[in-house]
């Protein structure tokens, strides 16, 4: 990657040359020049001090904070110096954007990578759902989309796409199963997700500076953890590969007007792409076939976003490209009516009663309210992180409107998913995607807001702007950078204690669900917990709490007979409770406080459910039915 | 085909091929994931990309970076679903289909994505 001519800082083009040394005395090396310095110390130094905090976490005693209390002064200090050194690289950015690059490199695995290196068990309980498809896939060797498998656990194989290709992986690498590999997926997808988003962003700037800053936000404000080993990180990522090839050869003959022109557009912006003629575009749509049919093999509502960003841009006169928006619909109708065809009939009977629902549709997760001070905390640090970012995004729009001119097909893209709350909730996980899909953008905005254009020959003339312009620079923006990195570690790490389990545990779940024989039914308050799926083709689930309060508090009354009133007749049923689904029931606010102990008290003590192995971290429970003598 | 581009296109060609020979050494061992994630993660999008008729532009070569992996794993998702629905499903047949299909790419010219064959898009290039 050669850079163009530097897009250069202000401060840095008043700056005199650099006077001559005198001929006696040899010239410093290269890279002990103050800012090279600077960059690759400050590095070194971060590293250095990251690497010796990581063995100093105590994630095995986590409390209400989750890893928030547990890193070390020294993780948080090196989080500091990565920022600081990332500024400092910024200043040259023009000439050297592998420093900045690095920067984002190291920041990406500082941020996501304590888990990976640390955690002897799979972080977020859920994550172990896709570790059991996986393997049933690979048991059964074959895809089953019309199974009727409980808990919709069917959907995996009618968009099976990520699974298989996982399973690909876990028999090449010649690994037991997806969990060896499963808490790298974060760092592995950023990592191939941020070459993707430096080549949109470079389409709408010639502003490395802008580049690299827009990259750092979105690692700081990816934290809604939808990057961990799932289907829609990965299709995520193929999304944005679509829409990056878009942006950068569809652009229709003679659409782009006064974008030409450069008095028109921000210093910063980039002209419009080339052109491309039909036959070119008719090559481009070939060429992301494959990519588009990657993204519905693999993940239902991706390909949803993807055609509604492909017709947020059919708005503008510039990628009016109905051919390709025909293809993508169609490439998703034919895989809806075929392979996923149960579950897209099923969704699209209850459209109806959702359509149109919008505080329904926009809630975040199951019913309840955080508790505790961590999840709260961590609640709390999300809606501001999301405030901030969208505050930073409109200073932008209203700032630099010829920036916006010119990335308008970008804020479109962006904005696009937001409709599709009036569509469906998709199990109270819609806010974070819509949120996730307008990231980009967002990120490139609020990285608008905070690096100004550097060659305004107007503006740099008048004091005034010059000042805002420096404050705005060496002012606002580390603050803001530094403000989104406090934003962050809560967002993501103030519910650890809900990610992390005890292999003890898992073993103990692992056991219990061994031990039920084919068609028995698993019993437990949530399904977050480390295995809650495994063996799911042979036997059923009933997450009895993933409820409303109110109904999970008459539960309470008496949970045993609630339990067996709901358990069909002749089933061999187990009840699973165990420490993670006690820590997220009450983080999620499913159940009030103490609920979780009363309900294992009154069902050990109920005569309905037989002890078969109790330790402090869990307790199986086998359900003994009541003959009809014993029926009070 | 000048010397330069059998440099590119022999490696590209064989790479697959050496992920496949990887899955003889023992199961989770560095030397067997590490050319397997990179064989399937960049070797088809790469042979795909890079043969292209002189040196790559830096606009073009940005792009090829950015979208060697996501057009890897596309074609991956497309063999391994299509072996499962077939019933065929392993890990050899997996593999030695992808570095088939590497093969082939890395002999043929690179996809015409206009920045590729006129390095127009992006920074350097203009």
New interface residues.
Partial sequence: ????APAMDLTEARTPPPTRPPPSRRPAPRFLRPQLLLSWLLLVAAVALWTYALPRVGFRAMGDYGLLDRFPAAFYAALALLTCGFLVALRRAGTAPWWPAAYCVTLLVALKAPPAVLYDSVRYPWASKHDAVVNQ?LLS???RPNGALSGNMSAYEQW???F??T???V?????DSAA?FLNWAPIALGL?LM??L??IY??FT?D?RLVWTAVWIFQLANWVGQDYLSPQG?AY??HL?VI??VL??FVRPGSAGRLRDRSFLDPAS??V??P?GTR?RA??VA?LA??I??VN??HQLTPVMLCVSLFALTLTRRYRNYGLLAVAALIMLAWDLTMGRPLFLETLGTLRDSLGRLTQNSRAGYAGELTGPGPELAGQANVLMVLAVAALAGAALLLRRGLVRAALPLLLVSLAPVPLFVVNDYGGEMLFRVYLFGLPGAAFFAAAALVPAAGSPRGARRPVRRRARALTLHGALPLALLVLLAGFLPSYYGKEKMYYTPPAETALVTRAIDRAPHGALILATTGSFPQALHRYDQVGHWFFAEQELPENERMLADPARHLADGIPPGTDAYVILTRTQDIYAAGEGLLPPGGFATLRERLTASPLFATVEEHPYGIVLHYQPATEGDRP | MTLDHLRLRVPLALAGWGAVAATALPGGSPPRWVPVVLFVCFGPGLALLLPQRGTLRPAARIEAVALAAPLSLSLAVTVSTGLFLVRGFSATAFLVTLAALTTVAAALPGLPLPAATRGAVGGGGR
């Fill in positions: 990657m050669q850079p163009r896939l060797g074959e895809l099976p796409g990520f298989t290709l399973g690909g992986l028999r090449a690498f010649g690994v060896a191939l070459p993707v430096v080549l470079r389409t010639e490395w990965f990522l193929l590969s990056a090839v950068r050869h980039a002209a792409p080339p491309t070119q090559v481009g060429v494959p990519l049919l990657a093999a693999s």
